[in-house]
Nanobody, 124 residues
Framework: QVQLVESGGGLVQAGGSLRLSCAASRRIFSDYAMGWFRRAPGKEREFVASISWSGGSTIYADSVKGRFTISRGNAKNTVYLQMNSLKPEDTAVYYC?????????????????WGQGTQVTVSS
């Protein structure tokens, strides 16, 4: 059974940092590109970052570029999202996703598996 489990969310002040983790079942992690998305209250789910199977290619939403870093530890079947210089507008539920391809993607409908999400709240 394919599973993605996020952790690391919480409450942080503006300007602070958090690191999200997503643990994946081995069957998907070794072959698939991974991504992070988020959904803010009253808004659609949106793309945040994606990383290729090898970790050699990454892409980011303009709103987080230079502040967030996606990485993966293949030996640990985990993908990370390091979030620095957090802003109140980063408040959202953050979702980990996997797609059955080696390459990155911005598009929600190109991801096949999803976690349950972890809440990130940034106070001003």
């Amino acid at each position: 059974q394919v599973q993605l489990v996020e952790s690391g969310g919480g409450l942080v002040q503006a300007g602070g940092s958090l690191r999200l983790s997503c643990a994946a079942s081995r069957r998907i992690f070794s072959d698939y590109a991974m991504g992070w998305f988020r959904r803010a209250p009253g808004k659609e789910r949106e793309f945040v970052a994606s990383i290729s199977w090898s970790g050699g290619s990454t892409i980011y939403a303009d709103s987080v570029k230079g502040r967030f870093t996606i990485s993966r530890g293949n030996a640990k079947n985990t993908v990370y999202l390091q979030m620095n210089s957090l802003k109140p507008e980063d408040t959202a539920v953050y979702y980990c996703a996997a797609r059955t391809s080696y390459s990155t993607s911005y598009y929600l409908d190109q991801y096949n598996y999803w976690g349950q999400g972890t809440q990130v709240t940034v106070s001003s």
